[in-house]
Protein backbone atom coordinates (compact mmCIF):
# COMPACT_ATOMS: atom_id res chain seq x y z
CA UNK A 1 0.00 0.00 0.00
CA UNK A 2 1.31 3.64 -0.95
CA UNK A 3 4.30 4.81 -2.55
CA UNK A 4 3.17 3.91 -6.56
CA UNK A 5 5.57 5.92 -7.99
CA UNK A 6 8.08 3.63 -7.17
CA UNK A 7 6.04 0.55 -6.29
CA UNK A 8 3.61 0.39 -9.11
CA UNK A 9 4.35 -1.92 -12.43
CA UNK A 10 6.69 -0.77 -14.45
CA UNK A 11 7.77 1.94 -11.98
CA UNK A 12 11.72 2.12 -11.18
CA UNK A 13 11.87 -0.36 -7.66
CA UNK A 14 9.38 -2.50 -9.34
CA UNK A 15 11.54 -3.30 -12.48
CA UNK A 16 14.07 -3.43 -10.37
CA UNK A 17 12.73 -6.43 -8.19
CA UNK A 18 10.97 -7.78 -10.82
CA UNK A 19 13.69 -8.35 -12.99
CA UNK A 20 16.18 -9.35 -9.67
CA UNK A 21 18.40 -6.67 -10.15
CA UNK A 22 17.99 -5.15 -7.69
CA UNK A 23 21.50 -3.06 -6.82
CA UNK A 24 22.33 -0.79 -3.50
CA UNK A 25 19.64 1.41 -2.42
CA UNK A 26 18.99 4.06 0.10
CA UNK A 27 15.54 4.16 1.08
CA UNK A 28 14.78 7.59 2.53
CA UNK A 29 11.18 8.69 4.25
CA UNK A 30 9.30 9.11 7.44
CA UNK A 31 8.21 6.37 10.04
CA UNK A 32 5.72 4.06 8.90
CA UNK A 33 5.88 4.91 5.02
CA UNK A 34 6.76 1.23 3.67
CA UNK A 35 10.82 1.15 3.99
CA UNK A 36 10.93 -2.09 6.13
CA UNK A 37 7.95 -3.73 4.60
CA UNK A 38 9.48 -3.29 1.50
CA UNK A 39 12.55 -4.76 2.26
CA UNK A 40 10.84 -7.73 3.66
CA UNK A 41 8.55 -7.91 0.15
CA UNK A 42 12.05 -8.35 -1.06
CA UNK A 43 13.24 -11.10 1.22
CA UNK A 44 10.22 -12.99 -0.28
CA UNK A 45 10.77 -12.63 -3.38
CA UNK A 46 14.56 -12.23 -4.36
CA UNK A 47 16.29 -15.89 -5.29
CA UNK A 48 19.18 -14.57 -3.53
CA UNK A 49 20.12 -15.01 0.28
CA UNK A 50 18.71 -12.27 2.48
CA UNK A 51 20.20 -10.74 5.81
CA UNK A 52 18.91 -8.10 8.43
CA UNK A 53 20.66 -5.42 11.40
CA UNK A 54 19.44 -2.64 12.56
CA UNK A 55 22.01 -0.07 13.33
CA UNK A 56 20.42 1.06 16.22
CA UNK A 57 21.27 -1.82 18.41
CA UNK A 58 24.08 -3.50 16.45
CA UNK A 59 27.82 -2.59 15.85
CA UNK A 60 30.91 -3.41 13.69
CA UNK A 61 30.89 -7.08 15.47
CA UNK A 62 27.73 -7.63 14.22
CA UNK A 63 28.20 -6.30 10.71
CA UNK A 64 30.93 -8.09 10.07
CA UNK A 65 29.32 -11.43 10.78
CA UNK A 66 27.30 -10.64 8.04
CA UNK A 67 29.82 -9.48 5.26
CA UNK A 68 31.68 -12.31 6.64
CA UNK A 69 29.41 -14.89 5.76
CA UNK A 70 28.27 -12.80 2.63
CA UNK A 71 32.12 -13.06 1.11
CA UNK A 72 31.93 -17.04 2.01
CA UNK A 73 28.61 -16.98 -0.07
CA UNK A 74 29.95 -15.20 -2.80
CA UNK A 75 33.35 -16.91 -3.45
CA UNK A 76 30.95 -20.11 -2.91
CA UNK A 77 28.40 -19.19 -5.70
CA UNK A 78 29.42 -16.06 -7.04
CA UNK A 79 25.95 -14.36 -5.83
CA UNK A 80 25.90 -11.90 -3.93
CA UNK A 81 23.44 -11.13 -0.61
CA UNK A 82 20.58 -8.88 -0.20
CA UNK A 83 21.49 -6.91 2.74
CA UNK A 84 18.68 -4.97 5.09
CA UNK A 85 20.13 -2.13 7.25
CA UNK A 86 17.53 -0.36 8.80
CA UNK A 87 18.50 3.08 10.34
CA UNK A 88 21.34 3.13 9.00
CA UNK A 89 21.77 6.77 9.40
CA UNK A 90 22.50 5.54 13.28
CA UNK A 91 26.38 4.19 11.95
CA UNK A 92 28.87 6.86 12.01
CA UNK A 93 31.18 7.32 9.22
CA UNK A 94 33.51 4.78 9.81
CA UNK A 95 30.89 1.89 10.22
CA UNK A 96 29.13 3.43 7.12
CA UNK A 97 32.49 3.21 5.17
CA UNK A 98 32.72 -0.17 6.25
CA UNK A 99 30.24 -1.47 3.46
CA UNK A 100 31.99 0.39 0.71
CA UNK A 101 33.82 -2.92 -0.47
CA UNK A 102 31.38 -5.14 -0.24
CA UNK A 103 28.87 -2.62 -2.02
CA UNK A 104 31.57 -1.74 -4.20
CA UNK A 105 32.65 -5.88 -5.21
CA UNK A 106 29.66 -7.08 -5.60
CA UNK A 107 29.14 -9.10 -2.18
CA UNK A 108 26.27 -7.36 -0.61
CA UNK A 109 23.55 -5.91 -2.64
CA UNK A 110 22.58 -2.89 0.54
CA UNK A 111 18.69 -1.83 1.04
CA UNK A 112 19.74 1.05 3.45
CA UNK A 113 16.54 2.83 5.46
CA UNK A 114 16.50 5.80 7.28
CA UNK A 115 13.93 8.82 8.05
CA UNK A 116 17.08 11.36 7.77
CA UNK A 117 17.73 13.04 4.39
CA UNK A 118 20.59 11.07 3.19
CA UNK A 119 22.45 14.12 2.15
CA UNK A 120 23.70 14.90 5.56
CA UNK A 121 23.04 11.67 7.48
CA UNK A 122 25.21 8.85 4.86
CA UNK A 123 28.84 9.11 4.11
CA UNK A 124 29.36 10.63 0.08
CA UNK A 125 31.65 7.41 -0.88
CA UNK A 126 28.33 5.04 0.28
CA UNK A 127 25.90 7.30 -1.60
CA UNK A 128 27.92 7.03 -4.77
CA UNK A 129 27.75 3.66 -4.80
CA UNK A 130 23.44 3.67 -4.34
CA UNK A 131 20.90 4.85 -5.57
CA UNK A 132 18.31 6.80 -3.36
CA UNK A 133 14.67 6.08 -2.60
CA UNK A 134 12.11 8.69 -0.77
CA UNK A 135 9.44 7.52 0.30
CA UNK A 136 6.82 9.64 1.07
CA UNK A 137 3.84 10.01 3.82
CA UNK A 138 0.78 7.41 3.18
CA UNK A 139 -2.32 9.32 2.06
CA UNK A 140 -5.56 9.04 3.64
CA UNK A 141 -6.90 7.03 1.21
CA UNK A 142 -3.94 4.73 1.10
CA UNK A 143 -4.33 4.22 4.47
CA UNK A 144 -7.75 3.53 4.52
CA UNK A 145 -7.11 0.57 2.33
CA UNK A 146 -4.91 -0.54 5.27
CA UNK A 147 -7.04 0.18 7.57
CA UNK A 148 -9.98 -2.02 5.83
CA UNK A 149 -7.28 -4.96 4.99
CA UNK A 150 -6.36 -4.61 9.04
CA UNK A 151 -9.71 -5.20 9.89
CA UNK A 152 -11.08 -7.77 7.76
CA UNK A 153 -7.74 -10.05 7.97
CA UNK A 154 -8.43 -12.69 10.29
CA UNK A 155 -5.26 -14.41 9.44
CA UNK A 156 -2.77 -11.65 10.05
CA UNK A 157 -5.25 -8.75 11.65
CA UNK A 158 -8.44 -8.45 13.68
CA UNK A 159 -10.56 -9.92 11.36
CA UNK A 160 -11.66 -12.64 14.17
CA UNK A 161 -12.90 -9.95 16.52
CA UNK A 162 -15.88 -8.97 14.30
CA UNK A 163 -15.01 -5.21 14.98
CA UNK A 164 -17.54 -2.12 13.61
CA UNK A 165 -15.64 1.40 13.25
CA UNK A 166 -18.05 4.65 13.78
CA UNK A 167 -17.17 7.04 10.90
CA UNK A 168 -16.19 9.74 13.47
CA UNK A 169 -13.66 7.46 14.69
CA UNK A 170 -12.32 6.33 11.08
CA UNK A 171 -11.74 9.73 10.28
CA UNK A 172 -9.65 10.57 13.77
CA UNK A 173 -7.71 7.41 13.25
CA UNK A 174 -6.55 8.01 10.07
CA UNK A 175 -6.08 11.98 10.83
CA UNK A 176 -3.97 11.27 14.13
CA UNK A 177 -1.45 8.91 11.54
CA UNK A 178 0.33 11.96 10.10
CA UNK A 179 0.67 9.36 7.44
CA UNK A 180 2.34 6.74 9.58
CA UNK A 181 0.62 3.21 8.86
CA UNK A 182 2.39 1.84 11.70
CA UNK A 183 0.67 4.89 14.22
CA UNK A 184 -2.62 3.92 12.43
CA UNK A 185 -2.35 0.08 12.98
CA UNK A 186 -1.24 0.03 16.61
CA UNK A 187 -4.06 2.75 17.34
CA UNK A 188 -6.70 0.65 15.87
CA UNK A 189 -5.00 -2.61 18.03
CA UNK A 190 -5.61 -0.69 21.02
CA UNK A 191 -9.34 0.06 20.53
CA UNK A 192 -10.03 -3.37 19.61
CA UNK A 193 -8.11 -5.14 22.56
CA UNK A 194 -9.46 -2.31 25.31
CA UNK A 195 -12.74 -2.09 23.73
CA UNK A 196 -15.26 -4.64 25.74
CA UNK A 197 -17.29 -6.43 23.07
CA UNK A 198 -21.51 -6.17 22.94
CA UNK A 199 -23.57 -8.76 24.16
CA UNK A 200 -24.10 -10.04 20.12
CA UNK A 201 -19.83 -9.89 20.59
CA UNK A 202 -18.92 -7.53 18.44
CA UNK A 203 -16.93 -4.90 19.11
CA UNK A 204 -18.02 -0.79 18.71
CA UNK A 205 -14.99 1.02 18.16
CA UNK A 206 -16.67 4.97 18.47
CA UNK A 207 -14.58 8.48 18.80
CA UNK A 208 -14.21 8.05 21.84
CA UNK A 209 -12.31 5.27 22.09
CA UNK A 210 -10.36 5.88 19.42
CA UNK A 211 -9.18 9.20 20.43
CA UNK A 212 -8.20 7.39 24.04
CA UNK A 213 -6.09 4.70 22.02
CA UNK A 214 -3.79 7.28 20.22
CA UNK A 215 -1.46 10.14 21.97
CA UNK A 216 -2.05 13.49 20.56
CA UNK A 217 -1.78 13.93 17.37
CA UNK A 218 1.74 15.65 16.57
CA UNK A 219 2.99 16.92 13.54
CA UNK A 220 6.02 15.11 11.57
CA UNK A 221 8.68 17.41 12.75
CA UNK A 222 12.59 16.85 13.84
CA UNK A 223 14.36 19.77 14.98
CA UNK A 224 17.71 20.79 13.20
CA UNK A 225 17.06 18.09 10.23
CA UNK A 226 14.71 18.28 7.00
CA UNK A 227 10.76 19.42 8.67
CA UNK A 228 12.79 21.89 10.51
CA UNK A 229 14.33 23.67 7.59
CA UNK A 230 11.33 22.61 5.22
CA UNK A 231 8.76 24.17 8.06
CA UNK A 232 10.80 27.38 8.33
CA UNK A 233 11.51 27.80 4.58
CA UNK A 234 7.41 27.28 3.65
CA UNK A 235 6.71 29.71 6.20
CA UNK A 236 8.91 32.48 5.20
CA UNK A 237 7.59 32.05 2.02
CA UNK A 238 4.05 32.38 2.46
CA UNK A 239 4.63 35.86 4.34
CA UNK A 240 6.80 36.99 1.50
CA UNK A 241 4.41 36.05 -0.76
CA UNK A 242 1.17 37.64 0.65
CA UNK A 243 -0.56 34.76 2.27
CA UNK A 244 -1.01 35.33 6.15
CA UNK A 245 -3.28 32.18 6.31
CA UNK A 246 -0.68 29.62 5.32
CA UNK A 247 2.38 31.74 6.92
CA UNK A 248 -0.47 31.05 10.55
CA UNK A 249 -0.34 26.79 9.52
CA UNK A 250 3.17 26.88 9.18
CA UNK A 251 3.68 28.98 12.23
CA UNK A 252 1.15 26.98 14.40
CA UNK A 253 2.84 23.72 12.90
CA UNK A 254 6.28 24.97 14.68
CA UNK A 255 4.76 25.60 17.78
CA UNK A 256 2.51 22.71 18.20
CA UNK A 257 5.82 20.81 17.77
CA UNK A 258 8.26 22.31 19.89
CA UNK A 259 10.29 24.61 18.21
CA UNK A 260 11.78 27.62 19.95
CA UNK A 261 9.79 30.71 19.80
CA UNK A 262 12.92 32.61 19.28
CA UNK A 263 14.01 31.36 16.51
CA UNK A 264 10.97 32.50 14.88
CA UNK A 265 10.85 35.77 15.71
CA UNK A 266 14.67 35.92 14.89
CA UNK A 267 13.66 35.30 11.22
CA UNK A 268 10.46 37.42 11.28
CA UNK A 269 12.71 40.64 12.08
CA UNK A 270 15.02 39.18 8.95
CA UNK A 271 12.29 38.65 6.91
CA UNK A 272 10.96 42.41 7.83
CA UNK A 273 14.61 43.49 6.39
CA UNK A 274 14.90 41.76 3.26
CA UNK A 275 11.78 41.35 2.15
CA UNK A 276 9.23 44.28 3.13
CA UNK A 277 12.39 46.42 3.73
CA UNK A 278 11.36 50.62 3.13
CA UNK A 279 7.58 49.14 1.16
CA UNK A 280 6.83 49.55 4.63
CA UNK A 281 9.31 51.31 7.27
CA UNK A 282 7.22 50.01 9.75
CA UNK A 283 7.46 46.43 9.67
CA UNK A 284 11.42 46.04 11.52
CA UNK A 285 9.80 47.72 14.61
CA UNK A 286 6.99 45.31 14.58
CA UNK A 287 8.76 42.95 14.18
CA UNK A 288 11.45 43.70 16.82
CA UNK A 289 8.88 44.59 19.11
CA UNK A 290 7.25 40.85 18.68
CA UNK A 291 11.01 39.40 19.10
CA UNK A 292 11.16 41.29 22.52
CA UNK A 293 7.54 40.35 23.51
CA UNK A 294 8.33 36.65 22.82
CA UNK A 295 11.47 36.68 25.37
CA UNK A 296 9.45 38.91 27.96
CA UNK A 297 6.51 36.21 27.29
CA UNK A 298 7.56 32.75 26.80
CA UNK A 299 4.61 30.46 25.63
CA UNK A 300 2.19 29.85 25.37
CA UNK A 301 1.38 33.58 25.20
CA UNK A 302 4.18 34.91 22.91
CA UNK A 303 2.18 32.92 20.28
CA UNK A 304 0.18 36.42 20.05
CA UNK A 305 2.22 38.71 18.79
CA UNK A 306 4.45 36.10 16.74
CA UNK A 307 1.03 36.05 15.03
CA UNK A 308 0.37 39.46 14.93
CA UNK A 309 3.78 39.62 12.99
CA UNK A 310 2.94 37.35 10.94
CA UNK A 311 -0.46 38.39 9.71
CA UNK A 312 0.96 42.07 9.11
CA UNK A 313 4.40 41.39 7.35
CA UNK A 314 2.07 38.89 5.26
CA UNK A 315 -0.07 42.14 4.12
CA UNK A 316 2.66 44.53 3.95
CA UNK A 317 3.61 45.40 0.37
CA UNK A 318 7.07 43.89 -0.30
CA UNK A 319 10.03 44.97 -1.98
CA UNK A 320 13.81 43.67 -1.53
CA UNK A 321 15.39 46.55 -2.82
CA UNK A 322 17.65 47.12 0.39
CA UNK A 323 18.79 43.86 0.48
CA UNK A 324 19.30 43.49 -2.89
CA UNK A 325 21.70 46.77 -3.01
CA UNK A 326 23.67 45.95 0.08
CA UNK A 327 24.51 42.71 -1.91
CA UNK A 328 25.38 44.26 -4.64
CA UNK A 329 27.67 46.62 -2.71
CA UNK A 330 29.56 44.01 -0.70
CA UNK A 331 30.27 42.18 -4.25
CA UNK A 332 31.81 45.56 -5.47
CA UNK A 333 33.95 45.73 -2.38
CA UNK A 334 34.92 42.31 -2.94
CA UNK A 335 35.64 42.11 -6.62
CA UNK A 336 36.14 45.41 -7.66
CA UNK A 337 38.52 48.45 -7.40
CA UNK A 338 38.73 50.01 -4.24
CA UNK A 339 37.18 52.89 -4.33
CA UNK A 340 39.05 56.08 -2.29
CA UNK A 341 37.53 58.22 -0.40
CA UNK A 342 37.61 61.67 -1.83
CA UNK A 343 39.87 64.84 -0.57
CA UNK A 344 36.57 66.52 -0.20
CA UNK A 345 35.03 63.97 2.00
CA UNK A 346 38.08 63.13 4.55
CA UNK A 347 38.20 64.11 8.08
CA UNK A 348 39.64 68.00 8.08
CA UNK A 349 38.63 68.35 11.88
CA UNK A 350 42.77 68.48 13.12
CA UNK A 351 45.71 70.78 12.25
CA UNK A 352 47.63 70.52 8.55
CA UNK A 353 44.37 68.72 7.30
CA UNK A 354 43.51 71.57 4.71
CA UNK A 355 47.30 71.85 3.68
CA UNK A 356 47.07 67.76 2.78
CA UNK A 357 43.97 68.60 0.79
CA UNK A 358 41.51 66.92 3.10
CA UNK A 359 37.91 68.26 3.51
CA UNK A 360 38.78 71.20 0.72
CA UNK A 361 36.13 71.85 -1.71
CA UNK A 362 33.64 69.90 0.72
CA UNK A 363 29.87 71.16 -0.55
CA UNK A 364 28.09 71.35 2.47
CA UNK A 365 24.61 69.74 2.28
CA UNK A 366 22.60 72.92 4.29
CA UNK A 367 23.84 75.23 2.21
CA UNK A 368 21.94 74.07 -0.80
CA UNK A 369 17.78 73.96 -1.69
CA UNK A 370 16.49 70.91 -0.04
CA UNK A 371 19.90 70.23 1.83
CA UNK A 372 21.35 68.34 -1.50
CA UNK A 373 24.53 69.96 -3.06
CA UNK A 374 26.14 68.69 -6.47
CA UNK A 375 29.10 66.78 -3.82
CA UNK A 376 29.90 63.19 -5.23
CA UNK A 377 30.66 60.83 -2.53
CA UNK A 378 32.45 58.14 -4.60
CA UNK A 379 29.98 56.02 -5.95
CA UNK A 380 27.23 56.83 -8.89
CA UNK A 381 24.09 57.30 -7.72
CA UNK A 382 21.57 54.43 -8.56
CA UNK A 383 24.81 51.87 -8.90
CA UNK A 384 23.53 49.74 -6.06
CA UNK A 385 19.74 51.12 -4.67
CA UNK A 386 16.97 50.71 -7.18
CA UNK A 387 13.97 51.39 -5.57
CA UNK A 388 11.01 49.51 -6.60
CA UNK A 389 7.32 51.42 -7.28
CA UNK A 390 5.78 49.23 -4.21
CA UNK A 391 4.15 50.94 -0.71
CA UNK A 392 6.43 53.73 0.65
CA UNK A 393 9.05 52.78 -1.16
CA UNK A 394 7.37 54.48 -4.49
CA UNK A 395 7.89 58.47 -2.52
CA UNK A 396 11.80 57.18 -1.87
CA UNK A 397 11.93 56.71 -5.92
CA UNK A 398 11.07 59.80 -6.81
CA UNK A 399 12.17 61.71 -4.36
CA UNK A 400 15.79 60.42 -5.42
CA UNK A 401 14.75 61.40 -8.80
CA UNK A 402 14.21 65.08 -7.68
CA UNK A 403 16.95 65.13 -5.47
CA UNK A 404 19.42 64.16 -8.69
CA UNK A 405 17.25 66.69 -10.90
CA UNK A 406 18.67 69.23 -8.04
CA UNK A 407 22.40 68.39 -8.40
CA UNK A 408 21.96 68.85 -11.83
CA UNK A 409 20.77 72.57 -11.20
CA UNK A 410 22.86 73.14 -8.28
CA UNK A 411 26.38 72.84 -10.65
CA UNK A 412 24.90 76.51 -11.67
CA UNK A 413 23.89 78.12 -8.47
CA UNK A 414 26.26 79.11 -5.58
CA UNK A 415 25.39 78.13 -1.98
CA UNK A 416 22.70 79.87 -0.17
CA UNK A 417 24.37 79.38 3.63
CA UNK A 418 27.65 79.34 4.96
CA UNK A 419 29.46 76.33 4.64
CA UNK A 420 30.06 73.55 7.63
CA UNK A 421 32.66 75.14 10.14
Not at 22 to 37: E, N
Not at 96 to 110: A, K
Not at 123 to 151: G, K, W
Request: aromatic share 6%; charged share 25%.
Amino acid sequence: MGQESLLAPGKPLRRLVDADRLGSVILFGPPGSGKTSFAEAVACATRRPFARLNAADSGVTELRKILERASLHYARRGEPTVFFLDEIHRFNRAQQDSLLSGVEEGVIRLIGATTHNPCFALSAPLLSRSQVFEFTPLSLAQLDRILVRALEDSERGLGGFRCRLDPAARKHLLATAEGDARRLLNAVEVAVLTTPPSADGSIEIDVEAAENSCRRKMPRYDREEDEHYDTISAFIKAVRGGDPDSGLYWLAKMLVAGEDPRFIARRLVILASEDVGLAEPSALPLAVAASQAVEQLGMPECRIPLAEATVYLATLPKSNAAYAAINRAIEAVEKGETVAVPLALRDSHYAGAARMGRGVGYQYSHAYPEAISPQGYGVAPGTFYHPTDRGGEKEIAERLQRWQALRSQAVQQPPTQRPEP
